[in-house]
Nanobody
Framework: VQLQASGGGLVQPGGSLRLSCAASGSNLRYYVISWFRQAPGKEREAVACVSLGDGGAYYPESYPDSVKGRFTISKNNAKNVVYLQMNSLRPEDTAVYYC?????????????????WGQGTLVTVSS
């Protein structure tokens, strides 16, 4: 599986961005895709997940409270693209955002579980 993340950039506080993760490869319907982010000096953290199969989006309680209600994950199965819509962005959302794929039907928040990673896209929230 190959992943290509895009859509990052500079945005003012309160603004919105939509990140895209294009997936290619075989048997994609058996994978879940998670979005992670990593700010300077911090650990990589999961923010949302979706199954490329029949399952839907997943926002477990263990995900950061700070993104709940502001970040939405969606998918276009026909194009094999997963999106992360980010609204009401805050300076603390500044990070490199990665998409990652795991051959599974359940979402893990542990980065080590994921074997396939996109290259990351930088989101900077600043006035």
């Amino acid at each position: 599986v190959q992943l290509q993340a895009s859509g990052g950039g500079l945005v003012q506080p309160g603004g919105s961005l939509r990140l895209s993760c294009a997936a290619s490869g075989s048997n994609l319907r058996y994978y879940v895709i998670s979005w992670f982010r990593q700010a300077p000096g911090k650990e990589r953290e999961a923010v949302a997940c979706v199954s490329l199969g029949d399952g839907g989006a997943y926002y477990p309680e263990s995900y950061p409270d700070s993104v709940k209600g502001r970040f939405t994950i969606s998918k276009n199965n026909a194009k094999n693209v997963v999106y992360l819509q980010m609204n009401s962005l805050r300076p603390e959302d500044t990070a490199v955002y990665y998409c990652a794929a795991d051959y599974s039907d359940s979402c893990s928040t542990r980065p080590l579980v994921y074997d396939h990673w996109g290259q990351g896209t930088l989101v900077t929230v600043s006035s």
